[in-house]
Structure formats: structure tokens, C-alpha cells
């Protein structure tokens, strides 16, 4: 198999480029490496662009968060409001505009947290030469491994996705109810609505609940059992290394050990 590091330094034309030179005083002959420099300034871009790109998300993602309450707030005042004069497709149509602005507003989030992983794969693959592993380990505690705060709002704008095509059925069936003539009457019935909304909520819920940090291929190390090793060093053996969901059963704090995502 192609070692996935060389590929990288191969796509990003960081290679190594080493040489030999003898020191003038001692004639100690020592390797250098030409991109060594190269690299460490591609390290510091990397999590100066990952910050950068976790603003925008959250900056985005409000921008898209006001754009539906701008929306929900016409379309309130419309049914608050509503006379004779005023044509039951305007709120038909803010429904409908309240939609496509929360979906649009799902797939700016899912297209946001791309670019932040993006920059997250350079920085995993290029920090070990100078920082060690260490956006690659995470500490869990007691408390265990939390949730996924962009992974929560990422299904949180979808919810509200599908709230918004609620709202715009709810907005078509009061400009003309014989859009929904082949449905069974006991649809209509606020009881089976109220535990229709009930169902969906606890839904919801448990959607974002289940939305926990994923560390696909991680490894865990525990504080308290021996740390498996190389034979003759103090390396780790990652082939030896207990599942994250092993020692997440056990209650106690660990350290996860993740590879680059490839």
C-alpha cells in the first residue's frame, strides 16, 4: 500500500530534499533536509486557515439563523394580520422562501465544516515532524466523549429544514385546503397533530443527542494499564492499542490516538 504521508508530500510538493554536507571544523558529515522550512510555514498556514474557517461557520451559520427569523417574523405578522385584501400566497410564498433559506443554510454548514477538515488533514499530516500528535490525541474524562458541537448544528439546520416544509404545508392548506382532499380526515384532527408534533420532536432530540465527536480509526490509551510498546523502545504500538469504545465502557479518564483521516 502507498504510504498516504509521501502521497501528501508528494500532492502538496513538500517531498523531502536531502542532501549531505561535511562541517568544516570537525568534518562530521550531517543530512539536510531543503523543505524542512517549507513545511513548517505549510504547518502554521494550516491552523492560521483553521481558525479562520471555524469563524466563518459560525458567522455563516448566524447569518443564515437571521435570515429565517427575518422570514418567520413575516410570515407571522402576515397570519396575524391578514384581511381580505391580502393574498393567502404571500404567506405561501415566505413559507416557501423560509425553505429554501434553511436548507441553504444545512448545506453552507456541511460545506463549511468541509473546508475546516480540509485544513485539519494538512495540519495532521504535516504536525508530527514538529509538534508531535498533538491535534491528533484527545483527552475524555470522566464525562466521556462530548458531543459534536458542528455536527449538533448541523442536524439543527436540517431540523429546521424540515419545520420550514411543515409551516409551508401548514400555509398551503389555508390558501386552498383541496391540495390535501386525498388524505384521511384524521389527519386534520388537532389530537393526531399534537402527537404527530410530540413524535417529531422526540425525534429531534434524539437525532442531536446521538451526535457525539466521531474518531473514526482512533485508538485509546488508558492512564491506569500499561502502554503497549515496540519491543526495545518507547514508542507506541498502535496495533496493540485498545478501541475508543472499549475503554469509553469503562468510565475512567483516557487519552485517544486518531491517524490522519484518509
Known sequence: MRDPIWAYWQTTGLTPEKFYVANEKTGDVGEIDQR???RKAALSRAHEIRKFEIELYWK??????????AVFTAIGLTWRFATSELSPLIPVA????GSVTAFAGYLSAKG??????NWEHHIDMLEDEFEGRLHKTA???DDGIAWSVSGVNDRLAFCFFLFWLAILASAIFAADASWFDCLPTFMFANGFQTILILVATIAACGALYSRKTKFKGGK???????VPAYEGSDWI???????VKDLAKLKKPFLI??????
Open 220 to 226: 485509546g490509551v488508558s492512564f491506569t494499564d500499561k
Open 237 to 243: 504500538d498502535p496495533s496493540q492499542l485498545p478501541e
Open 257 to 262: 490516538r486518531r491517524e490522519p483521516k484518509i
Open 36 to 38: 524542512t522550512d517549507a
Open 139 to 141: 483527552y475524555v474524562g
Open 94 to 97: 415566505l413559507a416557501a422562501l
Open 112 to 117: 463549511s465544516k468541509f473546508w475546516q477538515e
Open 60 to 69: 455563516r451559520a448566524a447569518h443564515f439563523w437571521l435570515l429565517q427569523a
